[in-house]
């Protein structure tokens, strides 16, 4: 369902693809909702590069691009990521050029990213459409946490804090706010937003 198409075969579509930053808070559903909106509509999945260790069935190339910390850096100071990030000790980043090339292929290219990350995307790419999926309310999402069951109270309480506070920093830098009271509805959404005029590439858009 999400295998790369070109938008040759959609008369409608502009020669260019689009990229599109999904974040969100930690427990709102983010994985489900792109699962379901990659049925709908056609994406290139970009890969991370990362400096943790590959696990066993892990291969290079396909879940991560493994690289050494030099390696990484590298990247990093040559401009050759879009964002980047630290987690649990270990680098993760985006490669520009291969999100790049599809994007100019005619592709859609989706990030499924940290708030911070889809910042710095915005910023190195601002004609990124940038997505903030939200619960209905803080005390849903804390439900929803809740009955994961995997979470302990002192995380939760450091997990809806910064819930929090990127919803405050959504409302401020993201293009849109999409409430996931269903993933259906939130799919919806996020559709209608995706065949929104503006949203469109454009043909005489400026090569990058």
Do not use: C
């Not at 994985?31 to 069935?57: C, D, Q, W």
């Not at 291969?98 to 995307?121: C, N, S, Y």
């Amino acid at each position: 369902a999400n295998v790369p198409h070109s938008s040759k075969s959609s008369p409608d579509r502009a020669a260019r693809g689009r990229l599109i930053v999904v974040s969100g808070p930690s427990g709102v559903g983010k994985s489900t909702v792109v699962s379901a909106l990659a049925e709908r509509h056609a994406f290139f999945f970009s890969i991370s590069a990362t400096t943790r260790a590959a696990r066993p069935g892990e291969t290079n190339g396909v879940e991560y691009f493994f690289l050494n910390p030099d390696a990484f850096e590298r990247m990093r100071e040559r401009g050759e990521l879009l964002e980047w990030a630290e987690y649990s000790t270990h680098l993760y980043g985006t490669p520009r050029t291969p999100v790049l090339e599809r994007v100019a292929a005619g592709d859609d290219v989706l990030l499924d990213i940290e708030v911070m990350g889809a910042m710095q995307v915005k910023g190195s790419y601002p004609e990124a459409i940038t997505l903030f999926l939200t619960p209905p309310t803080v005390a849903e999402l804390e439900r929803r946490l809740r009955n994961r069951g995997d979470t302990s109270p002192a995380d939760i309480d450091r997990r809806l804090a910064i819930a929090q506070w990127q919803l405050e920093v959504a409302e401020e830098r993201f293009d849109h706010i999409v409430v996931n009271d269903s993933v259906e509805a939130a799919v919806e959404r996020i559709l209608r937003i995706l065949e929104a005029p503006s949203t469109k590439a454009d043909d005489d858009s400026p090569p990058h």
